[in-house]
T-cell receptor, first 113, second 114 residues
Framework: AQSVSQHNHHVILSEAASLELGCNYSYGGTVNLFWYVQYPGQHLQLLLKYFSGDPLVKGIKGFEAEFIKSKFSFNLRKPSVQWSDTAEYFCAVSPTGANNLFFGTGTRLTVIP | NAGVTQTPKFRILKIGQSMTLQCTQDMNHNYMYWYRQDPGMGLKLIYYSVGAGITDKGEVPNGYNVSRSTTEDFPLRLELAAPSQTSVYFC?????????????FGPGTRLTVL
């Protein structure tokens, strides 16, 4: 079955630590890729997106993600996290031609001051 | 623009009651979606619409109904509430061009069925 996998369910980091959250998908064709963030008690907001071109995309708040087609991955990174990055992070995939997004189960990030 | 708005923010229902979750967007988006979010499960698509008068089932449609009479509104109806429908419900919208589906989300409705 086609799916989006986020293997890290809960990540705990100290401030200034580096972050990498994994996202793998199983769709074989062309895809659009997204990372959304959900701060506590809030709705989902777009962090960054990849449609085509440079596989390294930069988003808001210092986040970036790299699309590695051969690995079907779109991992999210940030060199130095802050307490305000505490949130849940969702990877989402839209195969070309699809009418909707397919979401991973999310990764909860807790940043300790 | 207000973006995507949802009402109510919170609701408690008794088993068997019915209710409608409202969703409105003012961005002239043609596509609209309803998701439910359960802890550790991510977002599951309930229903979606690609335009006024057109709706389609998502991954978890049982127990829900939708309608799309206007571009702006996409209400979600629960006819006979069950405890399994306790969840947070998010509405989203997008304007599809060239297959790009960046979705904009509403603030959510937290529903508890007792």
């Amino acid at each position: 079955a086609q799916s989006v996998s986020q293997h890290n369910h809960h990540v705990i980091l100290s401030e200034a630590a580096s972050l990498e959250l994994g996202c793998n998908y199983s769709y074989g064709g062309t895809v659009n890729l997204f990372w959304y963030v959900q701060y506590p008690g809030q709705h989902l907001q777009l962090l960054l997106k990849y449609f085509s071109g440079d596989p390294l995309v930069k988003g808001i708040k210092g986040f970036e993600a790299e699309f590695i087609k051969s690995k079907f991955s779109f991992n999210l990174r940030k060199p130095s996290v802050q307490w305000s990055d505490t949130a849940e992070y969702f990877c989402a995939v839209s195969p070309t031609g699809a009418n909707n997004l397919f979401f991973g189960t999310g990764t909860r990030l807790t940043v300790i001051p | 623009n207000a973006g995507v708005t949802q009402t109510p923010k919170f609701r408690i229902l008794k088993i068997g009651q019915s209710m409608t979750l409202q969703c409105t967007q003012d961005m002239n988006h043609n596509y609209m979606y309803w998701y439910r979010q359960d802890p550790g499960m991510g977002l599951k698509l309930i229903y979606y619409s690609v335009g006024a008068g057109i709706t389609d089932k998502g991954e978890v449609p049982n127990g829900y109904n939708v309608s799309r009479s206007t571009t702006e509104d996409f209400p979600l109806r629960l006819e006979l509430a069950a405890p399994s429908q306790t969840s947070v419900y998010f509405c989203a919208s997008t304007h599809r061009t060239s297959g790009i589906l960046e979705q904009f989300f509403g603030p959510g409705t937290r529903l508890t069925v007792l």
